[in-house]
C-alpha cells in the first residue's frame, strides 16, 4: 500500500454518489463443499472440522521489510489470529522466493496464525499513471504456479489472495474484473490448488462503483470448488457507517463470502467509519484485518499500527485496533486447527460429549480491578446441531457486559449465551467459541457451564 494510498483521491468524489445507489442481485445457491481445510459453506469461512473462522488480523508488507523476522510473533501478541502478507512476484519488488514463502507460512504455524498470502505486484492495473509496472491477474497466477509445491497440502491453515487491488479505476479494465478474476481462480484451480482462494475488489480495493457487489455471484460460480472469499478495502469512501453496513450486508444476504481485507482509521481520500467496521463485522460474524503492522511511508505513516516494528508501542491507530471497543484482543478467536489443549476422542476429557449434545468449557482470559474477559467453547456430540445455548452461574455482585459471536441475557444470578444467525449450526464433532465480558470479580476456579443443542 504505502505511498499507492494517494490514488484514492481522484475517485472519493464520485465515490459518494455511487455507493448511494441501490443495485439489486439475485441471491446465490452456495455448495456445501466436504474439505479438510478451511472452505466456504452457505456463504461463510469453516474450518474442516465445521467450527466457524472469523478472521482478526493485521497486515504485513513483508516484501518491503524481510529483514523483520520478528513481524509475526508480534501480530500474535495481539491476539489476532491471522496475517495477511505481502508477497511480490518480482515484477515490481524483490521476489519472494519459495523457500521464503515455505517460511512465512512455519512462522505463521508456529504463531498460531492463519496465514492469508496476497501478491502485491498486482496493485493497480490499469493505472500505469499511478502504479507504473502492475501485472495482470493472469501473470500473478504464473508466480503462483511456482509457489504451488511449497503451499500443497496448506489448505487448513493458508488463504490464497490471488493478487492485491488488481484493478484500479479505468472503465474499460475494469469491465474485465469478473472474466480476469474467474479465468485466474479456473487456472490455480488446474494448478492444483485446494485452498481457500482470496479476490480483491476493483477502484483499488475500494469498489465504490459496485463492480464486486454486483458480479460476485458470477465469480463465485466461475470456481470449480465453490471455495472463494471476496475482500474489500475500506477507507475514505467508507466514511459513513450507512455505507458500511449496506455493503457488508448485501454480501451477506446474497450468501456470499466476504471480509475486510484491509482498512485504517483514517485515509487522504476520507475519514475511515472504523467504529462501523469493527461493530458491523462482529454483528455480522466477518472477518477483517487492519493495515498495517508497520513501515507505511510517503505521507501514510498513520497507518502504521506499531511503531518502528516494536509490538510494545501501538500507535494511536493501533491501540483502536487492538484494545478498542469490538477491537482484535475483545473478538478474536483462534483457530481450531492449532487445537484447544484437549483430546475430544479421550473419553475421560470431560469436554467430550457423550449425549449426542454439546458440552462447554469457559476459561477466563484476563482479568482487572472490576472485570474480566471470558471465553467459552461448545463442543457438539455426534450429530449435527443447527442450534445452541449456554449457561453459567454468575457470582454475587457479578454480570456480564456483552459477548461477541453470541446472544447473552441474564436471569438472575444465571447468565445465558445462545447462538448468533450465522453460527448455530456446528458439525458433528465441531466447536464453536464465543466471547464475553464479565463485570465483578473474576472467578477463582472457572464456573461449570451447561449445554444444549438441537
Known sequence: MRALRRRFVAAAAAAATVLVTAVSTVPVAVAATAEDGIHVVDGRLVEGDGSDLVLRGINHAHTWYPQQTQALA?????????????????????????????????SCTTNRLVCMLEVHDTTGYGEPQYAPGSITLDRAVDYWETLYPTLAGSEDRVLVNIGNEPFGNDAATNARWASDTSAAIQRLRQIGYENTIVVDAPNWGQDWQHIMRDQAGTVFAADPDRNTVFSVHMYGVYGQASTVTSYLEHFVAAGLPIVVGEFGDTHSDGDVAEAAILSETRRLGLGYLGWSWSGNGEGVEYLDIVHDFDASRPTAWGQRLIDGQDGIRQTSQEASVFGDGTDPTDPTDPTDP???????????????????????????????????????????????????????STSGSTAT??????????????????????SGAAPTAAPAVTCSAS
Open 74 to 106: 508480534g501480530i500474535k501478541a495481539t491476539g489476532a489470529n491471522s496475517a495477511r502478507v505481502v508477497l511480490s512476484s518480482g515484477d515490481r519488488w524483490t521476489r519472494t522466493s519459495p523457500s521464503e514463502v515455505g517460511s512465512i507460512v512455519d
Open 354 to 408: 457423550t449425549d449426542g449434545s454439546c458440552t462447554a468449557t469457559l476459561v477466563v482470559e484476563q482479568a482487572w480491578t472490576s472485570g474480566y474477559q471470558g471465553q467459552v467453547t461448545v463442543r457438539v456430540g455426534d450429530e449435527a446441531v443447527t442450534s445452541w445455548q449456554a449457561s453459567w452461574a454468575l457470582p454475587a455482585g457479578a454480570g456480564v457486559s456483552q459477548a461477541w459471536h453470541g446472544i447473552v
Open 417 to 438: 449465551v445462545t447462538n448468533e444467525s450465522w453460527n448455530g449450526s456446528v458439525a458433528a464433532g465441531g466447536t464453536v467459541t464465543f466471547g464475553f465480558t464479565g
